[in-house]
């Protein structure tokens, strides 16, 4: 059965005019994050609602960057859709070892492509459309949570940019840098960006922690139960593990034996859970909570459903 997802309202809109960071507001920009899936520009409309002086959809099924931007004269959004096939995370993590990005560390080649097919229409908006005065709120589910993270580092880079107040909320999604982007970033973000993950969603997990990567932003947690756990990203597996299963370790350390076929076969197993293995191991300094709280780490099974936008969007709303 089909979930109806309310169109944005005058008084959601009113929330988002405030700004700081909280579930209330999480909501709102999860359905935005779902509304960037649908198939038409009118179906788009039509569930932004009447609010908005002008805005900008970008819908072109031959590349991976989709989304839209919506404004009016003091509130701003940018929503980037998720990949809709597993062909998409493959082409991905065929190019899943870092290079380094400008603000600090190294960042996904993959995503970041992604995030170029787009970027030059993208920034032209918020520096050429959006109000200086406007608060701007940034976000996107999987695929489009990592755009959205390499956005925001762009308006770090450049504090000339028009637009100087923005928040970023993110569902579900992958990492996007290493220790030292995410350090440099969180050094910036930490008070202004919301990540939310499901215990047993296997996208936030990706690309893995041992080759160096990590997440941004402040962790909101969701148990395999759909309580919300108020933890931190330190003190779980998805901040990092001291030690990971074999295939893991076999895509760090020997990924280059590997032909093109055999390391999308690994991904593939890796994403529909059929390890045998445990997925992730408690960090050194973690807090291992068990299954009567929704365990975070150990033999917790990965279930693709975890991922669902709309679950995100259901969790979140219980929370209001």
């Not at 991905?92 to 603000?103: D, Q, T, Y």
């Amino acid at each position: 059965m089909s979930i109806l997802i309310p169109k944005i309202s005058e008084a959601d809109i009113d929330q988002l005019r405030e700004p700081g960071l909280t579930h209330a507001k999480s909501e709102i920009l999860c359905r935005m994050g779902i509304f960037s899936y649908f198939r038409s520009e009118d179906d788009i409309w039509g569930a932004l609602g009447d609010g908005w002086n002008a805005g900008e959809i970008w819908l072109d099924e031959s590349i991976e960057n989709q989304g839209f931007a919506v404004w009016n004269d003091d509130v701003a959004i940018i929503s980037f859709r998720g990949s809709k096939s597993t062909g998409d995370w493959l082409q991905n993590f065929r190019a899943i070892f870092p290079e380094r990005h400008p603000l600090a560390g190294r960042r996904h080649n993959g995503f970041h492509d992604v995030w170029l097919q787009k970027s030059d229409k993208v920034l032209a908006i918020i520096n050429e459309k959006i109000s200086e005065n406007s608060l701007l709120w940034l976000t996107g589910h999987s695929l489009g949570g990592a755009i959205t993270v390499q956005l925001a580092s762009e308006l770090i880079m450049n504090p000339s940019a028009r637009v100087k107040d923005y928040f970023v909320m993110t569902f579900g999604a992958p990492r996007y840098g290493n220790k030292q982007f995410q350090r440099a970033y969180d050094n910036h973000m930490m008070q202004r960006h919301w990540f939310y993950a499901n215990q047993r969603d296997p996208v936030p997990h990706l690309p893995p922690n041992v080759m160096g990567y990590r997440h941004a932003g402040t962790l909101k947690y969701f148990s395999h139960e759909g309580e919300h756990l108020p933890i931190t990203k330190q003190e779980i597996g998805l901040h990092g593990a001291s030690s990971v299963s074999h295939h893991w370790f076999a895509l760090d350390e020997e990924i280059g034996s590997y032909s093109q076929s055999e390391q999308e076969k690994m991904i593939i197993d890796m994403i529909q859970h059929t390890a045998s293995k445990e997925e992730i191991i408690l960090a050194d300094d973690g807090i291992r909570i068990d299954d009567t709280a929704g365990e975070l780490q150990g033999d917790s099974l990965w279930l693709p459903s975890a991922h669902d936008k709309e679950l995100y969007w259901k969790r979140i709303k219980a929370l209001t």
